[in-house]
């Protein structure tokens, strides 16, 4: 398949990887079970198919970034490389994230900062919806490569005048961050787990990349969520819907 601007095949990209398969035990599973925030997902979740992200542009993006921020002085904490998440309910845009990145405007959160000059991902790899996780649920979860850079903690902000982007900064988190725990519930917790991750372009200017160059497509895996315990059948109506709060509406695409 060719790429709409005509270039390689962006199937090129995703390099399937096979679940028995050092790789996928040792740079994929353990990356998704080492970021649970709640003890029970290690018996709910379960992980089936996946590919690595491998684009050339990108990864060198990427680590360009790292080059300009260790030169720019900064410490080796701001550039300690992490891991975040994204929840996908179907394969329709993996071709479009494996060539172009993340592009702002990613999810409909809203309160670390504009979600038009930024991207928002999760922390942790089963906290990546405003509403619980039920028996049968089924997906993708895109594992993200990060630099944070320079994080600033900010007030979380609901209403519709957005935080700009920190000058000085690479990322906002929730000042409310400290208080998360396995007991808090996934709504508040979802919510509280986000990184904005931003990059302004130009010193004193407000303009911002639309494709963060400190995150990077790392790899996507096809999961369910099989807790035998609870109704095969989702709430009727969601804690998004009775709360009147936002809802990610993010997917990927052909991932097969």
Known sequence: MESRNGGASSEGFLIPVSE??????SNILA???SAYLYEESKQFFRYKSAVLVKNPDLEDKYEAFRARKTNAGYSEDDLKETYGFLLFDNDSKANTLGQTGIICGNSTC???GDPAKGVYISM???CLDLNRWYHGKSGYIAIIRLTKGKVKKVTENYTQ???EPTVGFDCHVSDQLPSVSAKT???LAFERTQFYIYELLHDGNSETSKSPSAACPFAF???SYMDTKASLVPLEKSEVQKQGKYNVNSSINNFF
């Open 161 to 163: 005048n957005f935080t």
């Open 20 to 25: 028995s398969s050092d790789v996928f035990q």
């Open 124 to 126: 942790y790899s089963d």
């Open 185 to 187: 519930s996934s709504f």
């Open 110 to 112: 809203t309160t670390l």
């Open 31 to 33: 990356l998704l079970q």
């Open 221 to 223: 895996v096809s999961f």
